[in-house]
Protein backbone atom coordinates (compact mmCIF):
# COMPACT_ATOMS: atom_id res chain seq x y z
CA UNK A 1 0.00 0.00 0.00
CA UNK A 2 0.78 3.51 -0.53
CA UNK A 3 2.17 6.01 2.09
CA UNK A 4 3.60 9.13 2.70
CA UNK A 5 6.17 10.02 5.08
CA UNK A 6 6.91 13.82 6.26
CA UNK A 7 9.41 15.10 9.18
CA UNK A 8 9.77 16.33 11.78
CA UNK A 9 6.14 16.88 13.17
CA UNK A 10 7.50 20.01 14.57
CA UNK A 11 9.97 22.98 14.77
CA UNK A 12 11.47 25.87 16.19
CA UNK A 13 13.97 27.97 14.24
CA UNK A 14 15.16 31.17 14.87
CA UNK A 15 15.14 33.94 12.30
CA UNK A 16 17.67 33.81 9.47
CA UNK A 17 18.22 29.93 10.24
CA UNK A 18 18.10 27.47 7.30
CA UNK A 19 15.33 24.91 6.63
CA UNK A 20 15.36 21.64 5.02
CA UNK A 21 11.38 19.32 5.40
CA UNK A 22 11.78 15.92 4.16
CA UNK A 23 9.11 14.30 2.20
CA UNK A 24 9.18 10.41 1.08
CA UNK A 25 6.51 8.21 -0.63
CA UNK A 26 6.55 4.71 -0.60
CA UNK A 27 4.53 1.74 -2.91
CA UNK A 28 4.27 3.92 -5.82
CA UNK A 29 6.35 5.54 -8.43
CA UNK A 30 6.65 8.61 -10.49
CA UNK A 31 4.26 10.32 -8.68
CA UNK A 32 3.27 13.85 -8.44
CA UNK A 33 4.51 15.57 -5.30
CA UNK A 34 3.16 19.02 -3.88
CA UNK A 35 3.81 21.20 -0.98
CA UNK A 36 1.62 23.45 0.64
CA UNK A 37 1.60 25.80 3.45
CA UNK A 38 -1.57 26.61 5.68
CA UNK A 39 -0.88 29.63 7.82
CA UNK A 40 -3.19 30.21 11.22
CA UNK A 41 -6.67 30.04 10.41
CA UNK A 42 -6.02 30.24 7.09
CA UNK A 43 -6.77 27.92 3.94
CA UNK A 44 -3.81 25.75 1.53
CA UNK A 45 -1.27 27.62 -0.32
CA UNK A 46 -0.33 25.37 -3.01
CA UNK A 47 3.97 26.14 -2.70
CA UNK A 48 5.55 23.54 -5.49
CA UNK A 49 4.69 20.70 -7.44
CA UNK A 50 6.72 17.98 -9.28
CA UNK A 51 6.11 15.59 -12.06
CA UNK A 52 9.42 14.25 -12.22
CA UNK A 53 12.93 14.11 -10.32
CA UNK A 54 14.52 17.22 -11.03
CA UNK A 55 11.58 18.90 -12.03
CA UNK A 56 9.93 21.75 -9.93
CA UNK A 57 7.43 24.08 -10.83
CA UNK A 58 6.66 27.26 -8.04
CA UNK A 59 3.46 28.39 -7.72
CA UNK A 60 4.00 31.64 -5.37
CA UNK A 61 7.09 34.06 -5.40
CA UNK A 62 8.79 32.97 -1.81
CA UNK A 63 11.37 32.41 0.14
CA UNK A 64 11.70 28.95 -0.12
CA UNK A 65 13.06 26.35 -2.60
CA UNK A 66 12.14 23.12 -3.36
CA UNK A 67 14.30 20.16 -4.66
CA UNK A 68 13.25 16.12 -5.75
CA UNK A 69 16.53 14.69 -5.66
CA UNK A 70 15.19 11.09 -6.29
CA UNK A 71 11.49 9.59 -7.69
CA UNK A 72 9.60 9.59 -4.28
CA UNK A 73 11.18 12.17 -2.29
CA UNK A 74 10.55 16.41 -2.20
CA UNK A 75 12.48 18.40 -0.21
CA UNK A 76 11.70 22.25 1.18
CA UNK A 77 14.37 24.73 1.73
CA UNK A 78 14.88 27.89 2.81
CA UNK A 79 18.61 29.31 3.12
CA UNK A 80 17.62 32.07 5.75
CA UNK A 81 13.91 31.82 7.86
CA UNK A 82 11.66 34.74 8.57
CA UNK A 83 8.85 35.26 10.32
CA UNK A 84 6.34 34.68 8.15
CA UNK A 85 7.21 31.47 6.93
CA UNK A 86 5.88 30.39 9.76
CA UNK A 87 2.66 27.69 9.26
CA UNK A 88 1.43 23.88 8.70
CA UNK A 89 3.43 22.97 5.61
CA UNK A 90 1.64 19.64 4.17
CA UNK A 91 3.39 17.57 1.53
CA UNK A 92 0.83 15.68 -0.58
CA UNK A 93 1.74 13.33 -3.84
CA UNK A 94 -1.30 11.97 -6.71
CA UNK A 95 -0.93 9.59 -9.97
CA UNK A 96 -1.57 11.65 -13.12
CA UNK A 97 -4.83 10.93 -14.81
CA UNK A 98 -6.94 9.79 -11.81
CA UNK A 99 -9.67 10.91 -10.23
CA UNK A 100 -8.70 9.78 -6.83
CA UNK A 101 -7.51 13.29 -5.14
CA UNK A 102 -4.28 13.51 -2.81
CA UNK A 103 -2.51 11.71 -0.22
CA UNK A 104 -1.13 14.34 2.32
CA UNK A 105 0.89 13.88 5.24
CA UNK A 106 0.59 14.43 8.46
CA UNK A 107 2.49 18.14 8.07
CA UNK A 108 4.91 19.57 9.68
CA UNK A 109 4.37 22.40 12.28
CA UNK A 110 7.31 25.57 11.75
CA UNK A 111 6.90 28.47 13.95
CA UNK A 112 9.65 31.12 13.41
CA UNK A 113 10.65 32.94 16.61
CA UNK B 1 -11.46 28.43 -14.78
CA UNK B 2 -11.54 26.17 -12.15
CA UNK B 3 -12.21 27.43 -8.48
CA UNK B 4 -14.03 26.04 -5.33
CA UNK B 5 -16.27 28.28 -3.27
CA UNK B 6 -17.47 27.09 0.61
CA UNK B 7 -19.38 28.12 3.26
CA UNK B 8 -17.16 30.61 5.54
CA UNK B 9 -16.98 29.50 9.27
CA UNK B 10 -16.35 29.00 11.70
CA UNK B 11 -19.43 26.83 12.42
CA UNK B 12 -20.78 26.17 15.83
CA UNK B 13 -22.96 23.33 16.84
CA UNK B 14 -24.09 21.67 19.48
CA UNK B 15 -23.86 17.58 19.52
CA UNK B 16 -26.61 15.82 17.67
CA UNK B 17 -27.57 18.97 15.32
CA UNK B 18 -27.62 18.83 11.69
CA UNK B 19 -24.60 19.84 9.83
CA UNK B 20 -24.53 21.65 6.27
CA UNK B 21 -21.44 22.78 4.69
CA UNK B 22 -22.09 24.59 1.23
CA UNK B 23 -20.19 23.91 -1.47
CA UNK B 24 -20.27 25.27 -4.96
CA UNK B 25 -17.69 24.92 -7.78
CA UNK B 26 -16.83 26.61 -11.56
CA UNK B 27 -14.57 24.22 -13.90
CA UNK B 28 -13.23 23.51 -17.16
CA UNK B 29 -14.60 20.03 -18.30
CA UNK B 30 -15.66 17.56 -16.25
CA UNK B 31 -14.55 17.60 -12.48
CA UNK B 32 -14.23 15.28 -9.82
CA UNK B 33 -15.32 16.58 -6.40
CA UNK B 34 -14.36 15.73 -2.94
CA UNK B 35 -14.37 16.71 0.95
CA UNK B 36 -11.17 16.53 2.94
CA UNK B 37 -10.86 16.74 6.62
CA UNK B 38 -8.74 18.38 8.85
CA UNK B 39 -8.36 16.94 12.64
CA UNK B 40 -6.58 19.02 14.99
CA UNK B 41 -2.84 19.06 14.33
CA UNK B 42 -3.35 16.68 11.69
CA UNK B 43 -3.09 16.46 7.86
CA UNK B 44 -5.90 16.15 5.38
CA UNK B 45 -7.67 12.99 4.86
CA UNK B 46 -10.10 12.35 2.17
CA UNK B 47 -13.82 12.11 3.98
CA UNK B 48 -15.49 11.25 0.69
CA UNK B 49 -15.25 11.55 -2.87
CA UNK B 50 -18.29 11.29 -6.39
CA UNK B 51 -16.81 11.54 -10.20
CA UNK B 52 -20.19 11.58 -11.84
CA UNK B 53 -23.25 13.85 -11.92
CA UNK B 54 -25.38 12.53 -9.12
CA UNK B 55 -23.39 10.26 -7.63
CA UNK B 56 -23.62 10.61 -3.67
CA UNK B 57 -20.01 10.07 -1.93
CA UNK B 58 -20.47 8.88 1.86
CA UNK B 59 -18.34 8.43 4.58
CA UNK B 60 -18.45 8.21 8.49
CA UNK B 61 -22.00 8.96 8.62
CA UNK B 62 -21.44 12.24 5.90
CA UNK B 63 -22.98 12.60 2.64
CA UNK B 64 -22.78 14.81 -0.45
CA UNK B 65 -24.22 14.53 -3.81
CA UNK B 66 -22.80 15.94 -6.87
CA UNK B 67 -25.71 18.33 -8.27
CA UNK B 68 -24.22 19.55 -12.22
CA UNK B 69 -27.36 21.54 -12.36
CA UNK B 70 -26.56 23.54 -9.53
CA UNK B 71 -22.64 22.75 -9.90
CA UNK B 72 -22.53 22.15 -6.02
CA UNK B 73 -21.35 19.46 -3.64
CA UNK B 74 -23.08 19.82 0.00
CA UNK B 75 -21.93 18.06 2.98
CA UNK B 76 -24.49 16.68 5.04
CA UNK B 77 -24.72 15.03 8.29
CA UNK B 78 -27.33 14.04 10.08
CA UNK B 79 -26.18 14.23 13.78
CA UNK B 80 -22.90 15.11 14.25
CA UNK B 81 -20.70 14.31 17.19
CA UNK B 82 -17.81 16.29 19.21
CA UNK B 83 -15.05 13.91 17.38
CA UNK B 84 -16.36 15.73 14.00
CA UNK B 85 -14.75 18.73 14.95
CA UNK B 86 -12.75 19.88 12.29
CA UNK B 87 -11.55 21.82 9.36
CA UNK B 88 -13.44 20.64 6.07
CA UNK B 89 -12.45 21.54 2.86
CA UNK B 90 -13.90 21.29 -0.59
CA UNK B 91 -11.71 20.14 -3.86
CA UNK B 92 -12.34 19.65 -7.52
CA UNK B 93 -10.14 17.71 -9.48
CA UNK B 94 -9.37 18.15 -13.49
CA UNK B 95 -7.64 15.37 -14.99
CA UNK B 96 -5.60 17.62 -17.14
CA UNK B 97 -1.99 18.23 -16.05
CA UNK B 98 -0.31 17.59 -12.54
CA UNK B 99 -1.66 20.49 -10.75
CA UNK B 100 -5.18 19.71 -10.74
CA UNK B 101 -6.58 19.74 -7.78
CA UNK B 102 -8.33 22.71 -6.33
CA UNK B 103 -9.28 23.74 -2.72
CA UNK B 104 -12.05 25.39 -0.85
CA UNK B 105 -10.50 28.15 1.76
CA UNK B 106 -12.05 25.00 4.32
CA UNK B 107 -15.02 25.35 6.81
CA UNK B 108 -14.01 25.22 10.46
CA UNK B 109 -16.94 23.37 12.46
CA UNK B 110 -16.93 22.83 16.54
CA UNK B 111 -19.36 20.55 17.81
CA UNK B 112 -20.30 21.30 21.54
CA UNK B 113 -21.87 18.35 23.58
Known amino acids: SQTIHQWPATLVQPVGSPLSLECTVE??????LYWYRQAAGRGLQLLFYSVGIGQISSEVPQNLSASRPQDRQFILSSKKLLLSDSGFYLC????????????FGSGTRLTVV | GNSVTQMEGPVTLSEEAFLTINCTYT??????LFWYVQYPGEGLQLLLK?????DKGSNKGFEATYRKETTSFHLEKGSVQVSDSAVYFC????????????FGTGTRLTVIP
Open chain 1, 27 to 32: GTSNPN
Open chain 2, 50 to 54: ATKAD
Open chain 2, 27 to 32: ATGYPS
Open chain 1, 92 to 103: AWSVMGLAYGYT
Open chain 2, 91 to 102: ALSVQTGANNLF
